[in-house]
T-cell receptor, first 113, second 115 residues
Framework: GDSVTQMEGPVTLSEEAFLTINCTYT??????LFWYVQYPGEGLQLLLK?????DKGSNKGFEATYRKETTSFHLEKGSVQVSDSAVYFC????????????FGTGTRLQVTL | GAGVSQSPSNKVTEKGKDVELRCDPI?????LYWYRQSLGQGLEFLIY????????KSGLPSDRFSAERTGGSVSTLTIQRTQQEDSAVYLC?????????????FGPGTRLLVL
């Protein structure tokens, strides 16, 4: 079945540091890929998405590129802020059948001054 | 417009009691999902409704869990004879239709604590 593997956290960075959170997936077809973010005490929010190979999703300075050859969708940001502290979830979905999202375990990011 | 709403936001119950959790999806969204977020298991799919089709119940952990969706809109997740391991945050999500890129929009969740 489908699965998502993302790097273990927590990740602790100083403000303005570069961020990478690795995500790889296993899927039988051509899934859509997502990054969701969960701020403390809040629900899941869609951060960005990509629906086909080589697509780049971007939002709020975050980027991720759908790499079919390496089955990866790594999240990057050039300069993190304290307000980016949250838990980040990588997920995939089969686009044709409106099926469930399959999530990674989540990576907690803590940004300090 | 209004997002996905869930109620109650928090629920404390005693072991063995039944609980009902409610989800109001985004207006016009035909697909509705329930997930469970717990410390040991991460985010788990529970059940999926699409229009008037039979729901996909493949993620329900036991027969104590059930869900219905009335009139293609509001959904209720019911847990009977609650156990302490049912303590978790229950998330509802909706999606516009049966096809497309799969984007789901989540509600704030119901935090359930079983004592």
């Amino acid at each position: 079945g489908d699965s998502v593997t993302q790097m273990e956290g927590p990740v602790t960075l100083s403000e303005e540091a570069f961020l990478t959170i690795n995500c790889t997936y296993t899927a039988t077809g051509y899934p859509s890929l997502f990054w969701y973010v969960q701020y403390p005490g809040e629900g899941l929010q869609l951060l960005l998405k990509a629906t086909k190979a080589d697509d780049k999703g971007s939002n709020k300075g975050f980027e991720a590129t759908y790499r079919k050859e390496t089955t990866s969708f790594h999240l990057e940001k050039g300069s993190v802020q304290v307000s980016d502290s949250a838990v980040y979830f990588c997920a995939l979905s089969d686009p044709g059948t409106a099926s469930k999202l399959t999530f990674g375990t989540g990576t907690r990011l803590q940004v300090t001054l | 417009g209004a997002g996905v709403s869930q109620s109650p936001s928090n629920k404390v119950t005693e072991k063995g009691k039944d609980v009902e959790l409610r989800c109001d999806p985004i207006s016009g969204h035909t697909a509705l999902y329930w997930y469970r977020q717990s410390l040991g298991q991460g985010l788990e799919f529970l059940i999926y409704f699409q229009g008037n089709s039979a729901p996909d119940k493949s993620g329900l952990p036991s027969d104590r869990f059930s869900a219905e969706r009335t009139g293609g809109s509001v959904s209720t997740l019911t847990i009977q004879r609650t156990q302490q391991e049912d303590s978790a945050v229950y998330l509802c999500a909706s999606r516009r239709g049966a096809t497309g890129d799969g984007t789901q929009y989540f509600g704030p969740g119901t935090r359930l604590l079983v004592l």
